[in-house]
């Protein structure tokens, strides 16, 4: 018995590794032609792991205070040897995975996985999502950068405008009645603590679900191999499927590392909170389809505020989106269709007002 | 007389009724006729005589509170008309050189304006008899009487050119007059007029800042680098130093103006000094003479400092594109740009030594910025390198790992049913 | 490929290899990643500029009704030592036109060279074009050395 053998043997004894390595040993996922997307949930997933190691490297250099904010990531960017790697990796990973995340959950849409009985699973993943973006929001302002500072002013003023709470959850947000250093202090504690707490708690709740529950198959797929069961194919989770993701992740390292160090994140002009917004201030990508859509609609609608119908008219379309499991079960024809043909229109609208946002004048 | 009195008669009771608690009954006719005898009311009632709680009676003589168009406008009320032209700089200097009666409206208004204004060329030719020049209403109106520091007053530093003007560049008026009538066009396409009307910097000179208001009068060749250097102090001392005040005396040619002109002042370039064709220099120095060769040195300083400092932005801006931080170096180049600032009002010493002084400050920063931008770049070579590097690796272990999963799959599939 | 129709020992010494590649390739990926997080992790030589406290001077670098010009974040200050023996700490940047302000002693002001602007010491624009006053920062002393900081930075 090697050491390496005695040492495994202690720790499970304490442990019980061997259950676990039981369990993965008899893991497998389905094999058909959309055996791809299911790339995407363990491609957030390093992503975020690479948040979280970039995100810690960072703050042993980041200062929270409006004087120091953006001179800090000066100092990263200049002075700490790779601070523009780790700083370039941490912005451009940030924004693939709201890319994947968004991918997994179409993916998921689509493919019909979040059926009884996974409604807990898409549940939590909607509200990683919705966690996921707000982690981009609350670290966007920590640069304090001119497009920065407007960007959250703007957001959160689009936050404000809901109805009753409107007011209350702007002050929140902000710290104040205006964007200032408590905002920063606030925003940070929200991206490095809160929001983080809450993500891991979610993650493992989503894995533990996925593991109990396995690998969806999409109703046509289903239906093809109840129809003929010969034809049903699954490759073991480890290692067949873990070494292909590990090659999947291997590329994101390499186009992680060619972004930070071929178009590096830009550092801006430091934040000037009584300058004027400057001209073409706007969201980052992920937002701006809504940033877009508000701009279209007129200014009042009936007797009712143009834009805080807007703003409710998404908020109406978020939590139905997250309620689907609860419309389509799965056991009527027509309503699996019609779902559909609403993610189709969801996604359709999501791409033509992000592109038109970018291309029109 | 009368059937027009008559007229106004009729006309003039409906209004009186109206203007019942306005005791300027004055206006309720005069608001409604057409020039000359027109005044607008509520021009008047905004400006600052009406503002004061001084009326028509206050100039014109007469009496404000009587219906009576001959009680009003009768010579036992002081009636006094339409007050001549010449007549006008001693009718306004009556208040407004009288220091303790101005005191009690206004403590810190000057009370100099007439005799200024018998001093200048205007006060001068009316005294001769001339009554085309300008008297007090010509610049600020007749019953639109503004403070100068109103923004609708025709005094007020944006519109002052405007004022001038009127009568300054129109060739009809001034065709008796020697003197050229170009002054506007060539002063909206200065500086100072950029300074003015565009960048709203009010500290920026108009015609009254260098010509005087009242008692307006061209500096003179004497003058003139004096009323320059009321702003630009530094040009001033250092023009004193040079030959070029004596020879220019001498001459009897302004200070400043021989080189930059009065109205039509442009943003010098670089190109106004030295000895290429444009520059003024060479408009009095020959080749061979030590002007010359001074204007050479200069010019050619200048261009030096000029061309490092757009050598290290362009270093710099490649630097940047590549992603490399460079902030700092491009906050150390505009201490490159004060010191070529500073040179070029060094010139007016026409002493090269002391512009180069200057311009070596420049180019030391100017060695160290491109420095820094060659650094930027190396560095950027390194991340290149190092972003090489880490590819083939990851390369290799893509390739190792599809060889292996292949590897592995052809012994033992791994699929299960 | 034919694996039948080849030797067993060399089948072993094929999956060698290919672990072998695999292993090292995975190790050499691992240290380009690690080499960066390494470096960056220990603190490098210059230190962070910050804009919240800056050194100035220290006590006796200045004589009384005497200035220096420092830089402050990203932007040069003055610093002046008043005769009644107070230091003043103010933005040098002219509020007309940009450009650095100067002590001048014999006027016992802060002077702008570009076109004759005027302040005192504390920023107050009193003549000439600055259509403002120059923002004043908070001298903080701490034995022998004056920090210069924001106002309102506790």
């Known amino acids: 018995m090697s050491a390496a053998g005695r040492v495994k043997d202690w720790l499970d004894e304490r442990f019980g590794w061997h259950e676990i390595r039981t369990f993965i040993e008899h893991k497998t996922v389905p094999v058909h032609r959309f055996s791809y997307w299911y790339f995407l949930g363990g491609m957030t997933l390093f992503l975020f792991t690479i948040q979280v190691i970039t995100g810690i490297l960072l703050l042993l250099y980041y200062r929270p205070t409006p004087n120091d904010a953006f001179e800090s990531v000066q100092y990263i960017m200049t002075q700490v040897p790779f601070g523009w790697l780790i700083r370039s990796i941490h912005s451009w990973s940030a924004n693939l995975m709201v890319f994947t995340a968004a991918a997994h959950m179409f993916s998921v849409f689509f493919l019909k996985s979040y059926r009884k009985p996974r409604e807990l699973t898409w549940l939590s993943g909607m509200l990683l999502l919705f966690l996921t973006l707000g982690f981009g929001f609350s670290g966007y302002l920590l640069p304090w950068n001119t497009l920065s500072f407007f960007a959250t002013k703007v957001g959160t003023d689009i936050a404000g405008l809901m109805p009753g709470l409107g007011p209350w959850i702007l002050t929140f947000l902000r710290g104040g009645e205006d964007v200032t250093g408590a905002t920063l202090t606030r925003f940070f504690g929200f991206h490095v603590a809160v929001l983080p707490g809450i993500a891991a708690t979610l993650i493992a709740l989503h894995l533990l679900l996925v593991q109990r529950f396995g690998m969806s198959v999409p109703p046509s797929v289903e239906a093809a191999w109840q129809a003929r069961p010969g034809d049903r194919k699954e490759i073991r989770f480890f290692p067949n499927f873990l070494l292909r993701e590990l090659m999947a992740w291997y590329v994101v390292l390499a186009i992680l590392g060619g972004l930070a160090a071929l178009k590096p994140w830009e550092l801006g002009v430091k934040a000037d909170p009584f300058g004027a917004a400057p001209p073409g201030i706007r969201p980052e990508w992920y937002f701006m389809f809504m940033f877009q859509s508000l701009k279209f609609i007129p200014a009042k609608i009936w007797i009712f505020d143009g834009e805080l119908l807007g703003v409710m008219g998404f908020g109406a379309a978020f939590l139905a989106w997250t309620l689907v499991p609860f419309f389509d079960t799965g056991r009527r024809g027509w309503v699996q269709k019609f779902v559909t043909g609403v993610g189709v229109f969801g996604l359709g609208f999501i791409g033509v007002m992000t592109l038109y946002a970018y291309t029109a004048k | ?417 | 490929m034919n694996n039948q129709t080849t030797a067993p020992q060399e089948l072993a010494e094929r999956r060698q290899a290919l672990r072998l590649f695999l292993g090292g390739g995975v190790i050499a990926s691992l240290a380009s990643f690690l080499y960066p997080i390494l470096r960056y992790i220990l603190p490098p030589k210059t230190v962070e500029q910050t804009s919240e406290s800056v050194l100035a001077a220290r006590v006796g670098e200045l004589k009384p009704n005497t200035g220096k010009v420092f830089r402050f974040g990203s932007r040069p200050a003055l610093l002046t030592l008043t005769s009644d023996g107070k230091y003043h700490a103010i933005s040098a940047v002219c509020t007309h036109l940009n450009c650095t302000v100067q002590y001048r002693s014999d006027l016992h002001n802060v002077w702008c060279a570009c076109h004759n602007g005027m302040y005192t010491p504390d920023g107050a624009n009193i003549s000439g074009p600055p259509p403002r006053p120059l923002e004043a920062y908070d001298v903080v002393l701490k034995g022998d050395e004056i920090y210069v900081r924001r106002k309102g930075n506790g």
């Open chain 2, 1 to 417: 007389m009368l059937s027009v009195g008559a007229a106004l008669m009729l006309v003039a009771p409906p209004l009186a009724a109206q203007n019942k608690a306005n005791l300027n009954t004055c206006l309720d006719c005069h608001s409604q006729l057409d020039a000359p005898f027109g005044v607008n009311a509520a021009e008047f009632s905004n400006s600052i005589h009406a503002q004061k709680g001084l009326g028509c009676p206050s100039c014109h003589g007469g009496d404000s509170s009587s219906d009576d168009m001959t009680k009003a406008m009768g010579k036992a009320a002081g009636f006094k008309g339409h007050i001549d032209r010449a007549q006008v700089p001693a009718l306004c200097g009556k208040c407004h050189s009288d220091a303790a009666y101005m005191r009690g409206f206004n403590p810190s208004l000057r009370t100099d304006q007439f005799s200024q204004y018998q001093t200048s060329v205007h006060g001068q030719r009316l005294a001769k008899g001339d009554t085309h020049v300008a008297v007090c209403v010509d610049c600020h109106t007749t019953h639109n009487i503004r403070p100068p520091k109103d923004p609708a007053s025709s005094v007020y530093p944006t519109n002052v050119a405007q004022t001038c003007t009127r009568c300054h560049a129109n060739a009809e008026y001034m065709k008796d007059y020697k003197i050229p009538t170009n002054q506007l066009a060539l002063y909206n396409t200065s500086v100072h007029h950029e300074a003015l009307a565009v960048q709203e910097d009010l500290s920026a000179p108009t015609c009254s800042t260098c010509h005087g208001s009242h008692g307006a009068a061209p500096p003179g060749v004497a003058s003139v680098e004096h009323v320059c250097s009321t702003c630009h102090v530094f040009q001033q001392q250092l023009f004193d130093t040079s030959p070029h005040k004596a020879i220019f005396a001498a001459m009897n040619l302004g200070g400043c103006i021989t080189c930059h002109t009065n109205h039509g002042i442009q943003r010098p370039s670089d190109a106004l000094i030295g000895t290429a064709n444009g520059a003024v220099c060479v408009t009095c120095h020959t080749e061979g003479d030590a002007g010359y060769q001074g204007a050479a040195a200069m010019h050619a300083s200048l261009v030096k400092l000029g061309d490092e400092i757009g050598r290290s932005e362009q270093l710099l801006l490649r630097a940047e594109k590549a992603g490399v931080e460079v902030s700092d170096a491009k906050l150390a180049l505009a201490e490159a740009r004060d010191s070529l600032t500073k040179a070029r009002v060094t010139i007016h010493s026409a002493n090269p030594d002391a512009v180069d002084k200057d311009i070596q400050a420049g180019l030391k920063v100017t060695q160290k910025t491109y420095q820094a931008g060659l650094t930027a770049i190396t560095e950027s070579k390194y991340r290149r390198r190092g972003l090489g590097i880490s590819l083939i690796t990851i390369l290799i272990v893509l390739i190792a790992l599809a060889v292996f999963i292949s590897k592995l799959e052809a012994r033992n599939p791994g699929i299960t049913k």
